[in-house]
């Protein structure tokens, strides 16, 4: 089967005025089509910088990037990448920062617009359509922004600390809906967390990085059994520990080998 994403041998460095600033070296990553998979480690380790590569928005200095096959030279309306920072349009109401990207591609149907508003109510945002931004919480307006993305139904998703900002409850609620919603679609995901346990419950291989240079340090893959159960209940399956903290320990030691 035809990988949707291929990272070959990228490396980025970002230039400064008197240096430059090594944030990827040497990555390979392939990703097959319907995979979940997440990318963890330290702050610093090139998980952002990975993400901009693949949804085109930042050219590698050195290697090559293929989306279901061909180059990268861009951004494409089939990948949703939601940002670090939330990004809504402070003078467009929830319901018009939701229905954006349909509107952009040309895709705004009554269908496409009921679909989009029911996912916000899944999100537990109803009401808010009317809201603007500055009137929400960060963590409401973080599930905005994540609607936003989905509401386009890309093919790739990528996504970058999706819940951090949400109260603990919301999250595994979230992660839930999320998961749900993409095996559904049959949607390719990378994700970016700091949480391991979200990490385990949510994907199907967890990519370890390390910094200075950011390279995969070692990938962990989730038994069957844990990544065919919801996000919620995973956690408490035989297995979800004994992997927690062998990642965990890896981390560890990742972090000595820096000092
Ligand atoms: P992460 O998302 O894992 O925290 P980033 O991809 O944001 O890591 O950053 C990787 C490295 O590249 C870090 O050392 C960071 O300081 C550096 N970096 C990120 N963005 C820029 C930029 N726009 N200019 C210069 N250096 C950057
Ligand atoms: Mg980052």
Redesign the pocket.
């Given at each position: 089967m035809l990988p949707v994403v291929e990272l070959k041998d990228i490396t980025h460095a970002?230039l400064?005025d008197r240096e430059a600033?090594l944030?990827i070296e040497d990555l390979n990553l392939t990703v097959g089509k319907g995979e979940f998979i997440s990318l963890v480690?330290p702050?610093?380790?090139?998980?952002?910088?990975?993400l901009s590569i693949i949804a085109g928005l930042l050219q590698p200095s050195r290697g090559e990037v293929l989306l279901s096959g061909r180059p990268v030279t861009g951004p494409s309306p089939e990948v949703g990448y939601m940002l670090q920072q939330d990004y809504l349009f402070p003078w467009r109401t929830i319901q018009d920062n939701v229905l954006l990207g349909l509107e952009l591609t040309g895709r705004l149907t009554g269908s496409s617009r009921a679909q989009s508003l029911q996912l916000l109510a899944d999100m537990g945002l109803a009401g808010k359509e009317k809201a603007y931004p500055a009137q929400l919480s960060g963590g409401m307006r973080q599930r905005v922004a994540l609607v936003r993305t989905l509401a386009t139904d890309p093919g790739l998703l990528l996504l970058d600390e999706p819940f951090s900002a949400l109260d603990y409850q919301i999250k595994l609620q979230l992660e839930d809906l999320v998961s749900e919603t993409l095996l559904r679609r049959g949607t390719t995901a990378i994700l970016?967390t700091h949480d391991l346990s979200e990490a385990i419950a949510v994907s199907s291989r967890v990519i370890l990085l390390q910094?200075n240079p950011?390279r995969v340090r070692k990938v962990f893959h989730v038994p069957e059994a844990i990544r065919s159960t919801p996000p919620l209940y995973a956690r408490d399956l035989p297995g979800f520990a004994e992997l927690f903290h062998e990642i965990w320990k890896e981390m560890e030691l990742a972090g000595r080998d820096e000092m």
């Open positions: 970002y400064g600033n944030a480690g702050s610093g380790c090139g998980k952002t910088t990975i970016v910094r950011g």
